[in-house]
């Protein structure tokens, strides 16, 4: 049975890993250690079975926008529904705190469009939006495609 929770201080090494193996092959941005403490109330995990299969974060951009971010499920565990359970888990929390959109920068735009979000613009986004772009090895040429998901509240 799967369970979706927040992440804890003990997983943070295992939410490293799962995001790193990603961003190694330059589908997402690595995560430092200090990162992910600093960031870790963002995060929740999907468990089955004792052993996280999927991570992913919603943080909080401006006072109606959020973004998920650093959505990764693990090698071998795809197409089992935990990523899209945990987009699902992301996006009550958002509603429940009366954000007003979610957004995310990926390139897996199809899984998002099930998850019911829509391709946008990038330049739509606020300009706040791309702090940590600076960070990636493929800024200022950014490859991602945006998706927007508007909550009902």
């Known amino acids: 049975m799967t369970v979706y929770r927040k992440a804890r201080m003990r997983d943070v090494p295992e939410l490293q890993r799962l995001i790193n193996s990603y961003a190694e092959k330059g589908l997402m941005l ?13 995060f929740v995990v999907a468990e089955d079975g004792g052993e996280i299969v ?10 109606d926008l959020a973004e998920i971010r650093a959505l990764a ?11 899209r359970g945990l987009v ?14 979610v957004f995310a920068l990926t390139y897996q735009p199809g899984f998002f469009e099930k998850c019911g979000f829509s391709v946008v613009s990038k330049d739509t986004l606020p300009h706040k ?5 600076i960070n990636c ?10 998706v927007m998901y508007t909550l009902d509240r």
Do not use: T
Request: hydrophobic letters at 40%; glycine letters at 16%; a negative charge.
């Open 88 to 101: 699902g888990v992301l996006l009550d929390e958002a509603r429940d705190m009366g954000i007003g959109q």
């Open 54 to 63: 999927a991570v992913g974060a919603l943080h909080i951009v401006w006072d």
């Open 137 to 146: 090895p493929k800024f200022p040429k950014c490859d991602e495609v945006a």
């Open 73 to 83: 499920v693990a090698p071998g565990k795809e197409g089992r529904g935990y990523g």
């Open 129 to 133: 939006v791309w702090g940590e772009c």
């Open 30 to 42: 690595p995560r430092p250690l200090v990162m992910l403490y600093e960031g870790l109330r963002d």
